[in-house]
């Protein structure tokens, strides 16, 4: 069994086609093709279910692939522990991100570090809470941007910075005019109001749903959307009410804008971390992003 082996399977695995798969790594396709003959000879098992136009896991090969995964990864911790010991200057980093605070925090934090690591390569990869939080914790990120709670027992974590809550309401709402009220909005207040709420998948949505019954009530959920902006317009459009992250709130938006609203004190807020698995290797790469992080974070808060 070679490493190759492992990886092409992997591949295989990914993309469910052999033919994707093969362009993705680079080779003939009649060539993954016999590496994989020959893996599943040399173990006397199948790890494919070979369709017409697609291939599935079979259950050996779905036990083959958890261990495959991890195999890799830890190969790559040791190449990455290896480069930090013999003081490489190159390196890289896989970051996870939400999209939603992603979008509003890495296009300060990259370019500083850019800046001051200019020969680390990150790799990006965006996607929802729960997911970021399985890849993760599987070695697909060596860090996810995150918020508090998470949900996989696997992970540990960094703080990075506290965001407060803010609620966005429609700018003809009666709450719009307290925009500059030293004493907010209190959620219990919100009971009766029609809320626009994330997706589910998306930590802020589970946020929202619990700031309303940590308050007395669920809340009447009107529409859903996978975007924050969405969200937003619909609610300066009339549609309803939300709660937004103040980073998100800051935003230069230029169409349709909701009034923010601050919220009683003690304002919620949410914790925004950098996760990472529970004993993983953490390349000075990895560790130079953490702290690239934490200090945009800090400027961007004051």
């Keep these: 069994m070679e490493l190759r082996q492992l990886q092409y399977t992997l591949q295989i ?10 362009d993705k790594l680079h080779i003939a396709q009649p060539s993954l093709s016999q590496q994989l003959s020959k893996l599943e000879q040399e173990l ?92 993760t914790a599987g070695g697909g990120t060596d860090l996810s941007l995150l918020s508090l709670p ?25 709450l719009a005019k307290l925009n500059h009220h030293k004493n907010g909005v209190s959620i219990d207040m919100l009971k009766d109001e029609p809320f626009i709420v994330l997706k589910k998948g998306q930590g802020f949505r589970t946020m929202t749903i619990d700031l309303c019954k940590s308050a007395g009530f669920e809340p009447n959920v009107v529409f859903e959307s996978n975007n924050i902006e969405t969200v937003q317009s619909l609610v300066a459009a009339g549609m309803g009410i939300t709660f937004v992250p103040r980073f998100i709130a800051r935003a230069k938006r230029s169409e349709l804008i909701p009034v923010y609203v601050p919220l009683a004190d003690p304002a919620p807020s949410r914790t925004l971390v950098i996760a990472y698995r529970k004993g993983r290797y953490l390349s000075k790469a990895a560790e130079a992003f953490i702290e690239t992080f934490k200090e945009v974070l800090t400027h961007r808060i004051n």
């Design 150 to 174: 998470l949900q996989e027992p696997s992970l540990t974590f960094e703080p990075i910075g506290e965001e407060v809550i803010d609620l966005a309401v429609p700018p003809e709402h009666p």
């Design 13 to 22: 695995a990914e993309e469910r086609n052999f033919s994707r798969a093969a």
């Design 44 to 135: 006397g098992v199948k790890l494919f279910q070979r369709n017409t136009s697609t291939v599935e896991l079979t259950y050996a090969g779905a036990s083959f692939i958890e261990h495959a995964q991890k195999i890799m990864d830890a190969v790559e911790q040791l190449r990455q522990e290896m480069d930090d010991i013999s003081q490489l200057r190159a390196g890289r980093v896989v970051v996870g991100s939400m999209p939603i605070t992603g979008s509003h925090l890495l296009p300060y934090v990259l370019p500083a570090f850019k800046a001051t690591y200019p020969e680390i390569q990150v790799n990006l990869l965006e996607d929802t809470s729960l997911n970021l939080e399985k890849l």
